[in-house]
Structure formats: C-alpha cells, structure tokens
C-alpha cells in the first residue's frame, strides 16, 4: 500500500547509510523487507511503533467521542 511505502521511505531516512538492499517484493508479505536481517529486524520493530501510535491515536480519538 501507499501508506507501507510511505513507511518505508520515513524509515530509510532515518537509517541512511546502512545497508538497505531489499528482498523481491514476493518475500514481503512474510515480513522479509530487508536483506540484511539485522535492518529488517530494525523495520519491523519500526513498523510495529507506527502501529502502536496508530493505534493509539485512534483510542484517542474514540475516547473523545464519548
């Protein structure tokens, strides 16, 4: 989706300079991005803060509607 590379894109400015080779796309919906394990290690762990303060802005907003 856009919003996976959008992510993507926020987290290879933030570790620029690092090996960031990435697998084929068919290897990503396993969770495989990266090629080296330790940066894929890194994204995922990214990619689930992301989710986290997503999912945490929705709580917030629910509990201002009520």
Do not use: C, S, V
């Amino acid at each position: 989706t856009q919003e996976h590379q959008d992510l993507i894109a926020m987290f290879e400015r933030e570790f620029k300079g690092r090996r960031l080779d990435k697998e084929p796309k068919d290897m990503w919906p396993r969770g495989i991005i990266y090629q080296d394990g330790h940066i894929n290690q890194l994204f995922d762990a990214y990619r689930r803060g992301y989710a986290f303060a997503k999912a945490l802005g929705r709580a917030d907003d629910i509990g201002e509607r009520r």
